[in-house]
């Protein structure tokens, strides 16, 4: 199993649950009005005035084989919307109930 965790800006949303719904990938846990900045380009995205996008951010946990494919959309999905952005990082999950 992997824990897969995916920033996104909000507008996306939508896409990014039916994404998961079509991967059947059930499980996650969302956390809404996240900010943050980028590592390499784009603009903040701080809910402010004066850099008003704002993100959310998705963890869920997943078969292996189901990684791979993932991440290979949710590319194709920044790679459509690149000033929006979209990342994702994958840890090992060990032991889970």
Do not use: C
């Not at 809404?32 to 980028?38: A, D, T």
């Not at 963890?59 to 791979?68: G, Q, Y």
């Amino acid at each position: 199993m992997k824990a897969v965790f995916i920033s996104y800006n909000v507008t996306l949303n939508e896409r990014i649950l039916e994404l998961l719904d079509k991967m059947t990938i059930r499980g996650f846990t969302q956390w809404h009005n996240v900010s943050g900045r980028g590592s390499y380009n784009g603009e903040p995205h701080f809910g402010s005035h004066a850099w008003p996008a704002i993100n959310a951010s998705i963890l869920t946990i997943v078969e292996d084989h189901k990684v791979a494919p993932l991440l290979e959309r949710l590319k194709a999905l920044d790679e459509e919307a690149p000033m929006h952005g979209v990342r994702a990082f994958v840890w090992g999950v060990e032991e889970g109930m």
